[in-house]
């Protein structure tokens, strides 16, 4: 099972909309069942070189409490995609992208720049 994060671009203008996008490939042959406390799948976030979190994709949202299951058929493949709109200062940023599955460590991250 593997996890990707990308944008669509690894340099920025402050302002300027920064496209998400996470995916779960299972390249097993096995299915793979993820187990999750709430409705919520995934998540993004935004970290400066201080390690700060600016931002949040979930912050602002509202989730069922309730459990669920999500199955993976091998060579299936999970995707989501999210914007990240808000202005950021001149610098080097960290953003993070995971599946909010529980008992696994499902995320990949990587640097953007702003100039």
């Known amino acids: 099972m593997t996890v990707r994060l990308t944008t669509d671009k690894t340099t920025y203008e402050s302002g300027e909309t920064i496209e998400l996008e996470l995916v779960l490939e299972n390249g ?3 299915p793979i069942t993820l187990e999750f406390t709430t409705s919520q799948r995934y998540d993004f976030e935004i970290r400066n ?7 949040r994709w979930s912050d602002e949202m509202g ?3 309730m459990l669920g299951s999500e199955i993976v058929e ?3 493949r999970l995707r989501y995609e999210e914007e990240f709109s808000m202005a950021l200062d001149a610098g080097t940023y960290r953003v993070i992208g995971y599946i909010a599955a529980r008992d696994v460590d499902l995320r990949d991250e990587l640097e953007i720049t702003v100039q």
């Open 49 to 55: 070189a201080e390690d700060e979190l600016l931002w």
């Open 74 to 76: 091998p060579g299936g």
């Open 28 to 30: 097993g042959s096995e």
């Open 63 to 65: 989730f069922a409490q």
